[in-house]
């Protein structure tokens, strides 16, 4: 078979195929938020104080910081099915691994196994998905791959929240058992074996530097978002990362083969979505850390009930998806990212509007309206961002965007957290609603500087995608 008909035999099963990887995000990205509301059961397990297993949460999103920048090489060194099927195995032992862990310690080690499987995982799959795509197509694939992003969030909280109280913290993980055992054999089925036929040599000093930075950034992100953040120990692990970023930039830019390629950032449709989407994703991942407190320390709402109010949000995402190629046909990538990128800074200044007195289905309808923003700018972030990426520099444009866009989210609940901290100060003697309508006000702003960016793109930034699709 030449190559032509090899790809073309690989872009027949591109759905099933971005389908799969799709389902693999969803797991990894639900386990990052569904242990949340188990936490104070699972603390009862270990016979450790519920604020030791902050440990457990973060281990998990530092491992994937860490381990992402590697990925695209991995990837070309030993073939992306055989790494991809192996990362979807990893993960599914060490939640099987995690289900039965006994005490704090070896919870964390599975942890940190299941992390380096979604690091693996995540980019490896969606490296998968664009080199076999072809340009007309990639809007409808990048939107098939969005969704994870989206809707995990929102049903991790709710759906741990049911786990625990109604059978056992254990089956979050076992839950992953059936689904992994399916999707590793689809991978082994489906995947097609791309790699690079001749790939560099790693670079150690790369992976260090950036791995070092991750940790160090994500690690003061955890800490800030602890119920007692220590301004010693955060500020260190901050300023060590942002050292550590510096010096990984310097070396980055000189060294002849690179662990992360920045010649992408050259690229103005990659550079906007890494820029100004960095700071979109912030805003929008701080959307569901602040929602369900704000309902339950503002609102006096059950946990079930805060929860379930997301389910506004998760309703908003499903719908856009409908629309998303339409829309952005229609209108293109520039015109969409400005005036959705307003709507949605506006949609999470409107949750400093909600209210326990407010008619639920007015709360319910601005949720709606913010989930659809939010789907919107994901997807055409996302699909703009590889629209004008030749194939060959694919790997590399798929691993630097990863490894930023873990760090943006990461980053995203901290920016939540400081703003709620900020508004605790700025009203201390008012009721506690309006510290969170502070918060939500400050995380709108931030949003609203990622649409600054957008302005910058050719008005015919994306065409040959957006008419293609």
Same mark, same amino acid.
């Given at each position: 078979?030449?190559?032509?008909?090899?790809?073309?035999?690989?872009?027949?099963?591109?759905?099933?195929?971005?389908?799969?990887?799709?389902?693999?995000?969803?797991?990894?990205?639900?386990?990052?938020?569904?242990?949340?509301?188990?936490?104070?059961?699972?603390?009862?397990?270990?016979?450790?104080?519920?604020?030791?297993?902050?440990?457990?949460?973060?281990?998990?999103?530092?491992?994937?910081?860490?381990?992402?920048?590697?990925?695209?090489?991995?990837?070309?060194?030993?073939?992306?099915?055989?790494?991809?099927?192996?990362?979807?195995?990893?993960?599914?032992?060490?939640?099987?691994?995690?289900?039965?862990?006994?005490?704090?310690?070896?919870?964390?080690?599975?942890?940190?196994?299941?992390?380096?499987?979604?690091?693996?995982?995540?980019?490896?799959?969606?490296?998968?998905?664009?080199?076999?795509?072809?340009?007309?197509?990639?809007?409808?694939?990048?939107?098939?791959?969005?969704?994870?992003?989206?809707?995990?969030?929102?049903?991790?909280?709710?759906?741990?929240?049911?786990?625990?109280?109604?059978?056992?913290?254990?089956?979050?993980?076992?839950?992953?058992?059936?689904?992994?055992?399916?999707?590793?054999?689809?991978?082994?089925?489906?995947?097609?074996?791309?790699?690079?036929?001749?790939?560099?040599?790693?670079?150690?000093?790369?992976?260090?530097?950036?791995?070092?930075?991750?940790?160090?950034?994500?690690?003061?992100?955890?800490?800030?978002?602890?119920?007692?953040?220590?301004?010693?120990?955060?500020?260190?692990?901050?300023?060590?990362?942002?050292?550590?970023?510096?010096?990984?930039?310097?070396?980055?830019?000189?060294?002849?083969?690179?662990?992360?390629?920045?010649?992408?950032?050259?690229?103005?449709?990659?550079?906007?979505?890494?820029?100004?989407?960095?700071?979109?994703?912030?805003?929008?991942?701080?959307?569901?850390?602040?929602?369900?407190?704000?309902?339950?320390?503002?609102?006096?709402?059950?946990?079930?009930?805060?929860?379930?109010?997301?389910?506004?949000?998760?309703?908003?995402?499903?719908?856009?998806?409908?629309?998303?190629?339409?829309?952005?046909?229609?209108?293109? =990538?520039?015109?969409?990212?400005?005036?959705?990128?307003? #709507?949605? %800074?506006? &949609?999470?200044? !409107?949750?400093? /509007? *909600?209210? $326990?007195?407010?008619?639920?289905?007015?709360?319910?309808?601005?949720?709606?309206?913010?989930?659809?923003?939010?789907?919107?700018?994901?997807?055409?972030?996302?699909?703009?961002?590889?629209?004008?990426?030749?194939?060959?520099?694919?790997?590399?444009?798929?691993?630097?965007?990863?490894?930023? =866009?873990?760090?943006?989210?990461?980053?995203?609940?901290? #920016?939540? %957290?400081? &703003?709620?901290? !900020?508004?605790? /100060? *700025?009203? $201390?003697?008012?009721?506690?609603?309006?510290?969170?309508?502070?918060?939500?006000?400050?995380?709108?702003?931030?949003?609203?500087?990622?649409?600054?960016?957008?302005?910058?793109?050719?008005?015919?930034?994306?065409?040959?995608?957006?008419?293609?699709?």
């Amino acid at each position: 078979m030449n190559p032509a008909e090899s790809l073309l035999t690989r872009q027949r099963g591109l759905g099933a195929v971005a389908l799969l990887v799709a389902g693999t995000f969803f797991m990894e990205n639900l386990d990052a938020t569904v242990i949340t509301p188990a936490i104070p059961r699972m603390a009862a397990s270990f016979s450790v104080p519920p604020v030791a297993l902050n440990t457990g949460v973060s281990a998990y999103m530092l491992t994937l910081g860490m381990f992402i920048p590697a990925s695209g090489w991995i990837a070309d060194r030993f073939g992306a099915r055989r790494v991809f099927a192996s990362a979807i195995a990893l993960f599914t032992i060490a939640s099987w691994l995690c289900g039965h862990a006994s005490g704090l310690g070896e919870f964390v080690v599975m942890r940190v196994l299941q992390g380096i499987g979604g690091a693996l995982m995540v980019p490896v799959g969606r490296l998968v998905v664009l080199r076999v795509t072809p340009k007309h197509r990639l809007i409808q694939a990048i939107a098939t791959l969005t969704w994870p992003a989206l809707i995990a969030p929102v049903l991790g909280p709710p759906l741990g929240g049911l786990l625990a109280q109604h059978a056992s913290w254990r089956w979050i993980f076992w839950l992953n058992l059936p689904l992994g055992l399916l999707a590793l054999a689809a991978a082994l089925l489906l995947v097609p074996d791309v790699r690079e036929p001749d790939p560099q040599a790693f670079d150690w000093v790369g992976f260090l530097l950036c791995a070092g930075a991750l940790l160090g950034l994500l690690s003061a992100a955890d800490m800030l978002t602890g119920p007692r953040p220590a301004p010693g120990p955060m500020v260190l692990a901050a300023a060590g990362g942002l050292a550590l970023l510096a010096l990984a930039l310097r070396h980055l830019s000189r060294s002849p083969h690179p662990m992360l390629e920045l010649s992408s950032l050259r690229v103005p449709t990659f550079a906007v979505p890494l820029r100004g989407g960095s700071l979109f994703r912030m805003g929008v991942s701080a959307v569901p850390f602040l929602l369900p407190l704000m309902f339950q320390l503002g609102f006096g709402y059950s946990a079930v009930r805060a929860g379930s109010m997301l389910m506004a949000v998760f309703g908003g995402n499903l719908l856009m998806k409908l629309g998303t190629t339409q829309v952005l046909q229609r209108f293109g =990538f520039r015109r969409v990212l400005v005036v959705n990128g307003l #709507l949605n %800074a506006c &949609a999470i200044a !409107a949750c400093a /509007l *909600l209210g $326990p007195g407010m008619p639920l289905a007015l709360m319910a309808g601005i949720l709606f309206v913010g989930g659809m923003t939010r789907s919107m700018q994901f997807t055409a972030f996302n699909t703009l961002a590889f629209a004008d990426i030749e194939q060959r520099a694919m790997a590399a444009a798929n691993t630097l965007f990863s490894a930023v =866009f873990q760090l943006a989210m990461g980053l995203g609940v901290a #920016l939540g %957290a400081l &703003a709620w901290h !900020a508004g605790t /100060l *700025l009203a $201390p003697q008012a009721a506690p609603s309006s510290a969170f309508r502070i918060a939500f006000v400050l995380v709108a702003l931030v949003s609203l500087l990622g649409v600054r960016d957008s302005f910058a793109l050719p008005r015919d930034a994306g065409q040959h995608v957006a008419r293609g699709a």
